[in-house]
């Protein structure tokens, strides 16, 4: 068996080809353009693992998907690539429309002509994860209770817009096509890889150099982190459990600790 994952090479989508490996025997096919985001030493401790198989390329070049969805007859396509930083997004938003909206859009257009070629069972059984972000449902005041897949989407940033985007386009493909897709919208991560400008390795790198540790606003501002890792078992987690057109909110605050970190459920 054999999963195709998009963005392998970036923050996440490395820890999660890493971590599934380290569980499963099914092969991964790890499509990455290497934009700045990427890098493949983030999976040196594969070496020459035959179950990891990269290439490097565009998710929205529709040649490219539909012949390694032919080749490889993956059952399910886990979609982590995208512009993911918001302040960049902030500086040139025309990349964040084009790889999150259109790259998406792509994607589903490849995935949805394989999907319907397949037999009734495999057809039945495949699954489109969309990877994405609870930066849709925009910022929470202080006394404000978590966000929960029934919240408004506010997007505050053209990042996360962008994603908003994508995520529309997801669920529409499930209600117009059926095609069968689960999308996850997690909180801030941390953990191996991340990226140096991103603010938690900046801050501890300026810390180390004795530089100035930059805050925005007045330092007020609470963001949720959740450890990378846990993020990934949780993709695992609604990839095999998950039910079909549905929205899971991953991290985030919690009024019960200790709760299964992927909780409430948005009926399709
Ligand atoms: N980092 C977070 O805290 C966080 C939280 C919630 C959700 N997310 C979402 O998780 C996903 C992964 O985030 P990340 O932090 O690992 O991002 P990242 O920027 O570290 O990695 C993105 C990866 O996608 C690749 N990529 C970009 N454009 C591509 C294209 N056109 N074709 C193929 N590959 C392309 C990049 O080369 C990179 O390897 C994103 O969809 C993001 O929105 C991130």
Redesign the pocket.
């Given at each position: 068996m054999t999963i195709l994952v998009?963005?392998?090479?970036?923050?996440?989508?490395?820890?999660f080809v890493l971590d599934w490996l380290a569980q499963s025997n099914e092969t991964v096919i790890n499509?990455?353009?290497?934009?700045?985001?990427?890098?493949l030493q983030n999976l040196a401790s594969l070496g020459k693992d035959a179950r990891h198989v990269f290439v490097q390329?565009?998710?929205?070049?529709a040649a490219l998907v539909a012949s390694l969805l032919t080749q490889h007859q993956p059952r399910a396509v886990v979609?982590?690539?995208?512009?993911?930083?918001v302040d960049r997004s902030i500086h040139g938003p025309s990349d964040f429309i084009?790889?999150?909206i259109v790259?998406t859009f792509n994607l589903l257009e490849c995935v949805r002509a394989y999907w319907g070629g397949l037999e009734t069972d495999t057809k039945a059984a495949f699954r489109f994860l969309h990877?994405?972000?609870?930066?849709v449902y925009g910022s929470l005041s202080k006394t404000d209770p978590a966000f929960t897949e029934t919240n408004r989407y506010e997007p505050n940033s053209p990042?996360s817009a962008s994603?908003a985007a994508?995520d529309h386009l997801v669920r529409a493909y499930h209600h117009t096509y059926g095609l069968p897709v689960l999308t996850?919208?997690?909180?801030?991560?941390?953990g191996p890889?991340?990226?140096p400008e991103?603010l938690i390795p900046l801050m501890i790198v300026n810390a180390q150099a004795g530089k100035a540790l930059p805050v925005y606003g007045d330092g007020q501002q609470i963001r949720d982190w959740?450890y990378?890792k846990d993020?990934c078992s949780a993709i695992r987690r609604v990839l095999e459990a998950g039910r079909l057109g549905e929205v899971y909110n991953?991290g985030g605050w919690n009024e019960k600790p200790n709760l299964d970190i992927v909780h409430t459920v948005r009926p399709a």
């Open positions: 998009t963005g392998g090479a970036g923050f996440i989508g490395s820890n499509l990455d353009k290497l934009t700045y985001a990427g890098n390329g565009d998710f929205g070049d979609n982590f690539a995208a512009e993911s930083h084009h790889t999150n790259g990877v994405s972000t609870d930066e990042y994603k994508s996850t919208n997690c909180s801030n991560n941390y890889f991340h990226f991103k959740l990378v993020h991953v």
